[in-house]
């Protein structure tokens, strides 16, 4: 009997333990094959973001439903790569915290370094540098931790990358250049073999040629520009790395700008044409309203009217989507760094946004009630204007030349016919010369020009011009600015401090009291309104 029960004990203990090997053979084989699975979808996100994302939010969900945390943190990461690459830095940052709680359980440092930047990546893009900088200084604290010397240094090259994005933001172009270069050393310092390695390496190499380049450009500094820029495009053709698709079309939209900046126009229609392709492959709206205003610039330079129109068209259309999503969007950052810092202050969090909200209405309010009352005015001088551009164009050919006669003010400064109509003659030339866009200009400067004192210059000024000195300068440069926004519409996506440039004033700040001064009106009011316009001509002609 005892021998039966020790049997019956001993075949008992068999079967569970071999069930239990079975068991765990069967979990580690499901572990290797979501791995793998995870592996090729991280993978995909260069040629196929779409299905890539759809693939890798099962495979998160499998991994949390079977308590695989490495794999439910792989996934993620995944997803965090995918949605910054798109452009989508909302869903960045919403990821980034579940990434943050797998990795900070696992004490997985190279993983709690990149979270912390890519998360500082996004906050940058949406213009909130100092939480930008907080994530970035905390992507930096456990980097030593990181035991794969491949993944340390890797890491430590993205981390300078992105401190050079932050100074671009900021405007520092000396630090970002540096921030670059050092980006560059570190990954030439990457060791390893691996075609993972490899590609991530030239993948940064690529990505810091590129943005070397754009600096050299809008520096113009066109030979240091074209040698960065031929450099980051020799690794993208080069067949040998897996660079992302979003990169290829970011570079090839920056260097056909470029070669549209410097008058290569068919270059740069082939370079944006190559862009838009890419783009399409992933959506990049912010990328795709530079391909299109640099088409839309280039094929107006080559007189192909038909295609400036069309990318025109598409242009403001873009333009006006992303702003109408900005303004939606402006609340989103703001609730989720609250989320970040009081997450246990939920009543008071609650409380805020309802004081907040409240107070942004009736803001709304007043200010649509005084908007409401100074609109018609306002709007009524802008078409007073938009007559007056219309009717001189009209008579432009019938100008009358200033005279000398009876009906001319008399002056109270003897100065012979002789001279006053020799002096007419040389403030007309100076007028169609446009000097008055020099920023220098002075009164006694124009009068050595004229070759006359400044005492009757003056006089004459404000004789047959009606103003005096200052105001006959603003009058001429506010006219010209004028026409070119009213004629030209690439000057209306300028910004204020180049219309200011152009036009000869030193400061946005004048230039802007100036042109109030002179419509009644900002300039901004003015191109938004140019604008409309422009957009309904487009809408009544397709109809």
């Known amino acids: 009997m005892k021998k039966i029960y020790l049997f019956f004990i001993f075949f008992l203990f068999y079967t569970t333990f071999a069930q239990n090997e079975k068991s765990s053979k069967a979990e580690t084989s499901q572990i290797e094959s979501i791995d793998a699975e995870i592996k090729k979808y991280k993978a995909f996100a260069a040629s196929d973001p779409v299905t890539a994302e759809k693939k890798l939010l ?9 308590h695989y945390i490495n794999g439910a943190m792989t996934s993620s990461m995944g997803l965090v790569l995918l949605y910054y690459n798109e452009g989508n830095y909302k869903k960045t940052i919403e990821e980034s915290h579940f990434v943050e709680k797998y990795a900070k359980e696992l004490q997985a440092f190279d993983y709690v370094s990149d979270i912390y930047r890519m998360r500082s990546n996004a906050y940058g893009e949406m213009g909130l540098l100092d939480e930008c900088l907080k994530e970035l200084e905390k992507s930096l604290i456990d980097i030593d931790k990181i035991k794969s010397p491949n993944r340390r240094i890797y890491r430590r090259s993205l981390i300078y990358e992105s401190y050079a994005g932050v100074y671009e933001k900021k405007g520092d172009i000396k630090k970002q250049i540096i921030y670059r270069h050092k980006s560059i050393a570190a990954s030439f310092q990457i060791p390893g073999t691996e075609p993972e390695t490899i590609n991530a390496k030239y993948q940064n190499l690529a990505y810091q040629y590129a943005g070397l380049g754009l600096i050299y450009s809008n520096l113009k500094v066109r030979d240091s520009a074209g040698y960065y820029f031929k450099k980051a495009f020799e690794i993208q053709e080069s067949g040998k790395y897996n660079i992302y698709v979003n990169g290829r079309a970011t570079l090839l939209s920056d260097m056909a700008k470029f070669y549209s900046d410097n008058g290569e126009y068919h270059k740069a229609i082939l370079f944006a044409k190559k862009a838009e392709g890419f783009e399409k492959q992933v959506s990049m709206p912010y990328i795709r309203k530079d391909i299109y205003h640099t088409l839309f610039n280039s094929y107006v330079e080559t007189n192909k009217q038909d295609s400036s129109k069309y990318y025109s068209k598409l242009y403001i259309s873009l333009s006006d989507s992303l702003l109408k999503s900005e303004k939606e969007g402006l609340i989103t950052p703001v609730k989720q760094i609250i ?10 969090i609650r409380n805020i946004l309802i004081i907040s909200a409240l107070v ?15 609109n018609k005015l306002v709007h009524g001088k802008y078409e007073d204007l938009i007559a007056k551009i219309n009717a001189k164009q009209r008579e432009q050919e019938l100008e009358l030349q200033n005279n000398v006669g009876d009906n001319v003010p008399k002056s109270s400064v003897v100065i012979t016919d002789e001279t006053i109509k020799a002096l ?19 009164l006694t400067w124009m009068a050595n020009s004229l070759n006359t004192n400044t005492k009757y210059l003056s006089e004459v000024i404000k004789v047959y011009r009606n103003h005096n000195f200052t105001s006959y300068i603003n009058e001429l440069r506010i006219n010209y600015i004028i026409k070119k926004l009213y004629n030209n519409p690439i000057y209306r996506e300028y910004k204020i401090t180049y219309l200011a440039e152009e036009c000869g004033y030193a400061t946005p700040r004048v230039f802007v009291n100036a042109f109030k001064k002179e419509t009644g009106f900002t300039p901004s009011y003015f191109v938004e309104q140019l604008k409309i316009s422009t957009s309904s001509s487009i809408l009544i002609t397709k109809l």
């Open 424 to 442: 007419l003659i040389k403030l007309e030339k100076f007028e169609n010369a446009e000097k008055y866009l020099r920023k220098d200009l002075s």
């Open 339 to 348: 989320s970040d810092k009081e997450h246990e202050n939920q009543d008071n």
């Open 360 to 374: 942004l209405s009736l803001t709304i309010l007043i200010g649509w009630l005084y908007w409401q009352r100074k």
């Open 58 to 66: 099962q495979l998160k969900e499998k991994c949390e439903e079977i």
